[in-house]
């Protein structure tokens, strides 16, 4: 059976998602990219990329 091994989410503040995600699932973070503000957390296994909401209305789920 296929497992999802990596999500994206739009966020508008992905810095306080990400404080969220390491808080409360104890992911760690592992990347950041201050250019366009995104944030890369992982538990080992899943990979989730926080991302800008860059204006276009839309929050929630990118892609998986």
Do not use: C, W
């Amino acid at each position: 059976m296929p497992k999802i091994r990596h999500l994206a989410i739009v966020a508008m503040n992905p810095e306080k998602l990400a404080e969220f995600y390491s808080e409360v699932f104890e992911m760690k973070i592992v990347n950041r990219n201050t250019k366009l503000g995104s944030v890369f957390l992982s538990d080992g296994y899943l990979n989730l990329a926080i991302i800008p909401n860059r204006g276009e209305g839309k929050i929630g789920r990118a892609h998986v």
